[in-house]
Nanobody
């Protein structure tokens, strides 16, 4: 079992930056690929970014590429999502997820554990 707790969300203006954190507890953090997803009101949950268990591979949605960066700190058991140049369309609840698969998935079904989410609101 892995417990994931997100933090760092808030209300910002367009063009601002935010860094989300996801603290993992339970089983060995380095044994999991980690991902971020988001869900805007009235929309399906969508993939944002993922990082492999080694940290050597990353994946991004086209909509956030070159603006968002995913990283992980093994000593803290935490995965981060640095979000720059935020846009109103980035407004959503952001979820952290952990996967024990060998493939670095960008689909929800590839992830075993989920956090409760943190709200990000970007005003224009």
């Amino acid at each position: 079992q892995v417990r994931l707790v997100e933090s760092g969300g808030g209300l910002v203006q367009a063009g601002d930056s935010l860094r989300l954190s996801c603290a993992a507890s339970g089983r060995t953090f380095s044994g999991y690929n980690m991902g971020w997803f988001r869900q805007a009101p009235g929309k399906e949950r969508e993939f944002v970014a993922a990082i492999s268990r080694s940290g050597g591979s990353t994946r991004y949605a086209d909509s956030v590429k070159d603006r968002f960066t995913i990283s992980r700190d093994y000593t803290k058991g935490t995965v981060f999502l640095q979000m720059n140049s935020l846009k109103p369309e980035d407004t959503a609840v952001y979820y952290c997820a952990a996967s024990d698969a060998t493939v670095l998935f960008s689909i929800q079904t590839g992830y075993n554990y989920w956090g409760q989410g943190t709200q990000v609101t970007v005003s224009s």
